[in-house]
């Protein structure tokens, strides 16, 4: 999935959350919004979608932390079991996604998300063909539509600011494979997308 779902996916995930502490709302988006994204720096340091994407992992301190937020209820507590509960469903969503690899609409490769309890990868089921796939797009609106509802401003415009991007990434996906961040690039990647956004514009 592309970043957008997962934050969308991540507001989502505070929508009950919030209604049960709703003074720590903005705290609690916040901490979800992390974690939805956190599992994907693994594009920067190590290798993707198997570094960061510990789900087991995740699972069990959402557990551990979320029980120390029921027994000693606090704001950091609280946060800390949003943000790991978010990074656990961001692996999920994943595999409901396509392959880890620059064109995944290929289906080269089967690694949807390695676990280490198998020590092996577990093959994705591209419900969602690839990320940037107009169905994830579509994936991102659903998600991200009970945020827009029961939060305030700030996160409504978080929120439409989320599916632009995601709109953008839709639209450049297939035609800048780079975007994925899986390929090794000779120059910085924001320079590589103002390139190809540049010859888009010039067909």
Known sequence: MMAPTHVAAGIALAVPIAFLVPELAPL???AAVAGSVFPDFDMVAGEHRRTLH??????VLTALVTFAAIVAPSPPVIAAAVFFAA?????L?????????????????????????????VAPKRWVRYDGAPEDLALAAVLVTPGFV???TSVRIFAVGTLIVGLGYTFCRKRIPQLSGRVNLPVPPVL????????????
Do not use: C, I, N
Request: aromatic share 12%; hydrophobic share 50%.
């Open 28 to 30: 609690v988006v916040a």
């Open 54 to 59: 510990a789900v087991e992992a995740y699972a």
């Open 87 to 91: 990074a656990a469903v961001h692996p």
């Open 93 to 121: 969503l994943d595999l409901a996604g396509g392959s880890s690899e620059a064109r995944p609409w290929e289906a080269a490769t089967d690694r949807g998300v390695y676990l280490r309890s198998r020590e092996s990868w």
């Open 150 to 152: 029961v939060f305030g």
């Open 192 to 203: 590589t997308v103002v390139a190809a956004l540049f010859s888009l514009f010039r067909r």
